[in-house]
């Protein structure tokens, strides 16, 4: 059945294998091959592998180390941000030239607001032969009623995939999937999904109401509910009202020397503060995160009178921080943060962008993202 105009409101695109794609262009001799983007060190992580390489069991945010192991054939190549910023720039660029309301969500991913044209399947299509013509970069689109719907579609057939559904069409091609196939599902909450037999969406998309809401409470118990059925009225632009900046670290070992992680914090505060104030971003809030050597992580934050970006203010601040929370133990981690940003769409946002800087998303997952733009 064909899907009415009407019920294609949103699209959600995404780069394929963002990093990588643009180390491709600079080494084409290398297309074909499996190709991974990690730091170095002993505790580098995978930002990035080609489908070459995810053949081999390769995947973003794990350990280079085992990356290697997996596919020691692969060329590894480290990261280079400022070409990554560059290109994401060219490539946001061009969307906005093809659509007024857009919500950039990552280096490498947008929501559209496709109200309004004539014919959006077609004007997306246009739209990808432009972003490959000008950026060599394949992306795919995920087209749907809204943006839970837009954005498992984009995901759906990658790379280069074009899924285009209605709701219903969504609920039943995903039935048999896991919970974890929806953004904001993270294995936490899976896990606890499990536990009460819901292992599908199908099974959670028709859970009685009463036994989420028992289970997670009022609001995330019918959230939960609600996009199990690809249910979602969420705004394009409306979710990242509040946007922070952060940078983080993995010690190459952990440090408990209180001397060492204080001159690691305000390094990062310096770089952190540095980018903001190029970018003309000031926050309110200024907030660590230290990881022990056991995996316990943490945040402490401390909110200010006025925004800022002063690096005197953000580091005196981080370092109380880190002084009052006085870790008990060697710290494998540590990040610094400003959040409650004025609204900025700029695609610089928040990864950890930093040469040397590893960024794993450990915020992926967590019942918290729910309030994530989907
Ligand atoms: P993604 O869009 O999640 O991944 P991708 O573009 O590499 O691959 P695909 O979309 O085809 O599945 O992330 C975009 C970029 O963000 C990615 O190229 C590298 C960076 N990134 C990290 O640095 N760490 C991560 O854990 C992830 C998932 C992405
Ligand atoms: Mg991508």
């Not at 910023?85 to 991913?109: I, N, P």
């Not at 896991?178 to 819901?198: C, S, V």
């Not at 969420?234 to 992680?261: H, M, N, P, Y």
């Amino acid at each position: 059945m064909p899907i009415e105009r009407t019920q294609l409101s949103v699209a959600h695109l995404d780069a394929d294998a963002f990093y990588v794609s643009i180390e491709l262009c600079r080494h084409p001799e290398l297309r074909g091959k499996p190709v991974v983007v990690a730091g170095s060190g002993p505790r580098a992580v995978v930002t990035t592998a080609s489908y070459e390489a995810r053949r081999y069991g390769v995947g973003s945010a794990m350990p280079a180390a085992r990356a290697r192991r997996l596919c020691p054939q692969a060329v590894f190549l480290p990261p280079d941000f400022a070409a990554y910023r560059e290109v994401s720039g060219r490539m946001m660029a061009l969307v906005r030239a093809h659509v007024e309301d857009v919500e950039v969500v990552g280096l490498d991913e947008a929501y559209l607001d496709l109200d309004g044209l004539h014919s959006p399947r077609a004007a997306m299509r246009r739209l990808l032969a432009e972003i490959k013509r000008a950026t060599q970069l394949t992306c795919s689109v995920g087209i749907g009623p809204n943006k839970l719907v837009a954005k498992v579609a984009s995901d759906a057939e990658k790379p280069a995939g074009f899924v285009v559904l209605d709701r219903e069409q969504a609920c039943a091609r995903f039935a048999s999937s896991p919970p974890g196939l929806l953004p904001g599902i993270g294995p936490k909450t899976a896990a606890r999904l499990a536990e009460l037999g819901l292992t599908t969406l199908a099974a959670l998309g028709s859970a009685p109401e009463q036994v989420l809401v028992e289970r997670f409470g009022p609001n995330l118990g019918r959230e939960l509910r609600r996009r199990g059925r690809f249910e979602h009225d969420g705004q394009i632009g409306a979710a990242r009202k509040v946007v922070s900046e952060s940078r983080e670290r993995t010690f190459d070992s952990d440090l408990d020397e209180i001397e060492q992680l204080r001159d690691a914090l305000a390094a990062m505060a310096r770089q952190l503060c540095v980018s903001l104030a190029a970018n003309g971003r000031r926050g309110r809030t200024i907030g660590i995160k230290v990881r022990l050597d056991d995996f316990t992580t943490v945040t402490r934050a401390h909110t200010v009178a006025e925004p800022t970006c002063d690096v005197e203010l953000v580091t005196s601040v981080a370092l109380r921080l880190l002084r009052d929370y006085a870790p008990a133990r060697p710290v494998r981690l540590l990040g610094v943060r400003v959040a409650g940003l004025a609204a900025a769409d700029s695609p610089a946002a928040d990864p950890g962008d930093q040469d040397g800087v590893e960024t794993v998303p450990e915020t992926r997952g967590s019942a918290a993202q729910l309030a994530l733009p989907v």
